[in-house]
T-cell receptor
Framework: DQQVKQNSPSLSVQEGRISILNCDYT??????FLWYKKYPAEGPTFLIS?????DKNEDGRFTVFLNKSAKHLSLHIVPSQPGDSAVYFC?????????????FGKGTKLTVNP | GAGVSQTPSNKVTEKGKYVELRCDPI?????LYWYRQSLGQGPEFLIY????????DSGLPNDRFFAVRPEGSVSTLKIQRTERGDSAVYLC?????????????FGPGTRLTVL
């Protein structure tokens, strides 16, 4: 039973355009959400996060939106750059429960074409 | 500064053998996590430590898997009687503490192949 779902295995966009990566979750106990970026042969690298008390968090070109009622979050990258090409993982935790283990989606491979 | 390091980077073993995978967390990080990533999947939680103790080992798939962190720093993941299904990338992460909203920093992983 996948608690965090990324239904698009891949996404291709043109340089300079917006990339939108989507994530859905089923566990209402999740209160903290993160996006990680992963290049081949490297570990995941933290990108941006959002607490469940917020609906938006922005950091430079990256913005994460959270819709709690729909149990949906999205990552917007604008403008997209070729160096953004990587696999993006959505992750969630139920931190208030005292366990910070992360539950990951399967990832979306983003390709930004020059 | 130095990030999370894992050794070996690659490990090939035969079915039935015993393996140890090592993780060196970022200095000063009290929380340490092990995840496993199979092909086409996201990382899957195995176990986490707060200091020397295993605070949550609910992700360990069976009793062939065991992890230790005797001095609250380096951790070793031990797999007995390896099976082909154990083949995966084993990722280690560390964070400052297990209070909420602390970023987990990941190492590059150990790719385990069981023949």
């Amino acid at each position: 039973d996948q608690q965090v779902k990324q239904n698009s295995p891949s996404l291709s966009v043109q340089e300079g355009r917006i990339s939108i990566l989507n994530c859905d979750y089923t566990n209402s106990m999740f209160d903290y959400f993160l996006w990680y970026k992963k290049y081949p042969a490297e570990g995941p690298t933290f990108l941006i996060s959002i607490s469940s008390i917020k609906d938006k968090n922005e950091d430079g070109r990256f913005t994460v939106f959270l819709n709690k009622s729909a149990k949906h979050l999205s990552l917007h990258i604008v403008p997209s750059q070729p160096g953004d090409s990587a696999v993006y993982f959505c992750a969630a935790s139920a931190g208030q429960g005292g366990s910070e283990k992360l539950v990951f989606g399967k990832g979306t491979k983003l390709t930004v074409n020059p | 500064g130095a990030g999370v390091s894992q050794t070996p980077s690659n490990k090939v073993t035969e079915k039935g053998k015993y393996v140890e995978l090592r993780c060196d967390p970022i200095s000063g990080h009290t929380a340490l996590y092990w995840y496993r990533q199979s092909l086409g999947q996201g990382p899957e939680f195995l176990i986490y430590f707060q200091g020397t103790g295993a605070a949550d080992d609910s992700g360990l798939p069976n009793d062939r898997f065991f992890a230790v962190r005797p001095e609250g720093s380096v951790s070793t993941l031990k797999i007995q009687r390896t099976e082909r299904g154990d083949s995966a990338v084993y990722l280690c992460a560390s964070s400052l503490s297990t209070s909420s909203y602390n970023e987990q920093f990941f190492g590059p992983g150990t790719r385990l192949t069981v023949l």
